[in-house]
């Protein structure tokens, strides 16, 4: 199924055409209203609209989509206010999505859409589904001195109990299902937080720091320089890895 993006930030464009194309989406993504509307005569099976773009107002993109097509249209913006919504759905917008807003909810909606139009959702191994996260490996886990229980959540460093928030055990559970190797941003914020957020945010930093300081050496969760972090032994880490 391929969507058509028109959004101008590309911190949220960025993420979001890689968590649409996880899930079988092609997305094409475009910065302005007028190359919208240029790419919309390609037929798209979909229209993801922000109302906030730099050259003209959302609105007045979906009223030159829908005098011309009737391509589903789901206005995707950071403005909430019950007039916004009423008059894009009034121009002929399908449906309507306040950000933040999670990628599971928006491929339900476009789902729900699709089925409106007649169309249905499609990705090229079968009907779209919501993702479904994998259950947590249950049992301890333990990398040198470090003891990871899933379980009864409980960390153990020495042999000596770790105090962690929840969301911080949650984030070292997640970078200790496959130790070494890199896990994303994104997928980080995806998986332990509900992926309800496109966009920079300090929050992943903040818990990163603090499990760093907690676990007394910041060698145990290294930075992999624009993608994102690894779990590791202190000591085994090559010369090019960093704890960042």
């Given at each position: 199924m391929r969507l058509l993006l028109i959004e101008d930030d590309d911190r949220i464009a960025g993420p979001l055409?890689?968590?649409?194309?996880?899930?079988?989406?092609?997305?094409?993504?475009?910065?302005?209203?007028a190359a919208g509307l240029?790419?919309?005569?390609?037929?798209?099976?979909l229209v993801l609209l922000d109302l906030g773009l730099p050259d003209m107002d959302g609105l007045d993109v979906c009223r030159?989509?829908?005098?011309?097509?009737?391509?589903?249209?789901?206005?995707?913006?950071?403005?909430?206010?019950?007039?916004?919504?009423?008059?894009g759905l009034e121009l002929g917008a399908d449906d309507y999505l306040a950000k933040p807003f999670g990628v599971r909810e928006l491929i339900a909606r476009i789902r729900a859409v699709t089925r409106r139009a007649g169309a249905p959702a499609y990705d090229p191994t079968g009907?779209?589904?919501?993702?479904?996260?994998?259950?947590?490996?249950?049992?301890?886990?333990?990398?040198?001195p470090l003891t990871v229980n899933r379980r009864t959540r409980e960390v153990h460093l020495d042999g000596r109990p770790v105090a962690l928030t929840p969301r911080e055990f949650d984030l070292l559970a997640h970078l200790a299902e496959d130790p070494g190797t890199v896990c994303s941003r994104q997928q980080i914020m995806d998986t332990v937080w509900d992926p309800h957020f496109f966009g920079p945010t300090k929050t992943l930093d903040a818990h990163i720091a603090a499990l760093r300081r907690k676990l007394g050496d910041p060698g145990w969760i290294t930075t992999a320089r624009g993608v994102g972090f690894r779990l590791t032994v202190p000591g085994d880490r090559t010369a090019s890895e960093a704890a960042g």
């Amino acid at each position: 199924m391929r969507l058509l993006l028109i959004e101008d930030d590309d911190r949220i464009a960025g993420p979001l055409t890689e968590g649409l194309g996880r899930y079988g989406f092609t997305v094409d993504h475009v910065r302005t209203g007028a190359a919208g509307l240029a790419d919309a005569e390609a037929a798209p099976d979909l229209v993801l609209l922000d109302l906030g773009l730099p050259d003209m107002d959302g609105l007045d993109v979906c009223r030159s989509l829908r005098a011309r097509s009737a391509v589903p249209i789901i206005m995707i913006t950071a403005r909430g206010e019950e007039a916004d919504r009423v008059v894009g759905l009034e121009l002929g917008a399908d449906d309507y999505l306040a950000k933040p807003f999670g990628v599971r909810e928006l491929i339900a909606r476009i789902r729900a859409v699709t089925r409106r139009a007649g169309a249905p959702a499609y990705d090229p191994t079968g009907p779209v589904e919501a993702p479904e996260m994998p259950p947590p490996t249950s049992g301890a886990q333990t990398w040198g001195p470090l003891t990871v229980n899933r379980r009864t959540r409980e960390v153990h460093l020495d042999g000596r109990p770790v105090a962690l928030t929840p969301r911080e055990f949650d984030l070292l559970a997640h970078l200790a299902e496959d130790p070494g190797t890199v896990c994303s941003r994104q997928q980080i914020m995806d998986t332990v937080w509900d992926p309800h957020f496109f966009g920079p945010t300090k929050t992943l930093d903040a818990h990163i720091a603090a499990l760093r300081r907690k676990l007394g050496d910041p060698g145990w969760i290294t930075t992999a320089r624009g993608v994102g972090f690894r779990l590791t032994v202190p000591g085994d880490r090559t010369a090019s890895e960093a704890a960042g």
